[in-house]
């Protein structure tokens, strides 16, 4: 069992910065691959980046690659998402999600939630 908590959300302006992070409880963490995942206002939940259990393999979706970049620290049972020069359609509530998969990209393939976090992104 994983319990995940997202922080770092904010309200920045358009080109700004941001380091989510997503902090998880549970002996067997590295074992779990974490993923990010964000819901606008009246849209559908969008895949946004996973990293596999290890570290070693990532992957991201074509809008937020070489401005985003998924990290883990499994020492400190944490993965983290950074966001730079965002921009106001990044827009969203951010969640990190777990999953027994080894590169999941369907919300389908992960077991364990966070809350969410809230990123405003003005214009």
């Known amino acids: 069992q994983v319990q995940l908590v997202e922080s770092g959300g904010d309200l920045v302006q358009a080109g700004d910065s941001l380091r989510l992070s997503c902090a998880a409880s549970?002996?067997?963490?590295?074992?779990?691959?974490v993923g990010w995942f964000r819901q606008a206002l009246g849209k559908p939940r969008e895949f946004v980046a996973t990293?596999?259990?290890?570290?070693?393999?990532?992957y991201y979706i074509d809008s937020v690659k070489g401005r985003f970049t998924i990290s883990r620290d499994n020492a400190k049972n944490t993965v983290y998402l950074q966001m730079n020069s965002l921009m106001p359609e990044d827009t969203a509530v951010y969640y990190c999600?777990?999953?027994?998969?080894?590169?999941?990209?369907?919300?389908?393939?992960?077991?364990?939630w966070g809350q969410g976090t809230q990123v405003t992104v003005s214009s």
């Open positions: 990293i596999s259990g290890s570290g070693t393999i990532t």
């Open positions: 999600a777990a999953s027994g998969y080894t590169v999941p990209r369907s919300e389908y393939e992960y077991d364990y």
């Open positions: 549970g002996r067997t963490f590295s074992t779990y691959a």
